[in-house]
């Protein structure tokens, strides 16, 4: 089965920083890679697709990249509306990453 | 505008069946395919089951096999879930999801531009 592990875990970070979320995967996903933003309550909101498209009304601080196995999302500078959870997909497979936390420091 | 507004959820005995009901708005149902994700509480997210938008093809998560029937109403666009013999580990927000992809791109990617509220299964004695 294929497994998605995402890092870190929990992210204590402060607005202005530049925030960096790695998905690692066991096998190459090629292109197939989304992330996905979610507050308490919410329905996840997609964000990125297709490794380093960004979805429609997305600001432009939310970028990603990579290729293979390893893929990252970045907030160039966090906002206090980006304190979330976020979620990379395998999207040709579903499967989703454990989550990371984005907290305030 | 796209809408996806789920029902069916509440609380059910251990043992118990449910059937969510998703119903859509908003685009041509029958080009996309859909899926069914679920949250336990405090958890991430878990992919469940997915179905073409023909409804001929339908997937499930290796651990959702045999207790989880997915199926879709494309005259009434509204997709449905089956969930036999629930115990706790089935206490969840259930989502359904869109793909944005629709069928006939023939892309093979499942990734999800519109999501419901979801409704909440909850299983107990």
């Known amino acids: 089965d294929m497994q998605m592990t995402q890092s870190p875990s929990t992210l204590s970070a402060s607005v202005g920083d530049r925030v960096t979320i790695t998905c690692r995967t066991t096998r190459s996903v090629n292109k197939w890679l989304a992330w996905y933003q979610q507050k308490p309550g919410r329905a996840p909101e997609l964000l990125i697709y297709?490794?380093?498209s960004l979805n429609k009304g997305v600001p432009s601080r939310f970028s990603g990249s990579g290729s293979g196995t390893e893929f990252t999302l970045t907030i160039s500078s966090l906002q206090p509306d980006d304190f979330a959870t976020y979620y990379c997909q395998q999207s040709n497979m579903w499967t989703f990453g454990q989550g990371t936390k984005v907290e305030i420091k | 505008e796209v809408q996806l507004v789920e029902s069916g959820g509440g609380l059910v005995q251990p043992g118990g069946s449910l059937r969510l009901a998703c119903v859509a708005s908003g685009f041509t149902f029958s080009n996309y395919a859909m899926s069914w994700v679920r949250q336990a509480p405090g958890e991430g997210l878990e992919w469940v089951s997915a179905?073409?938008?023909?409804?001929?093809?339908?997937y499930y998560a290796d651990s959702m096999q045999g207790r989880f029937t997915v199926s879709r109403d494309n005259s009434r666009s509204i997709l449905f879930l089956q969930i036999n013999s629930l115990s706790g580990e089935d206490t969840a927000i259930y989502y359904c999801a869109k793909d944005a992809d629709p069928d006939y791109y023939g892309s093979g990617s499942h990734f999800f531009d519109y999501w419901g509220q979801g409704t909440l299964v909850t299983v107990s004695s």
């Open positions: 297709k490794v380093s």
């Open positions: 179905i073409s938008g023909g409804g001929g093809s339908t």
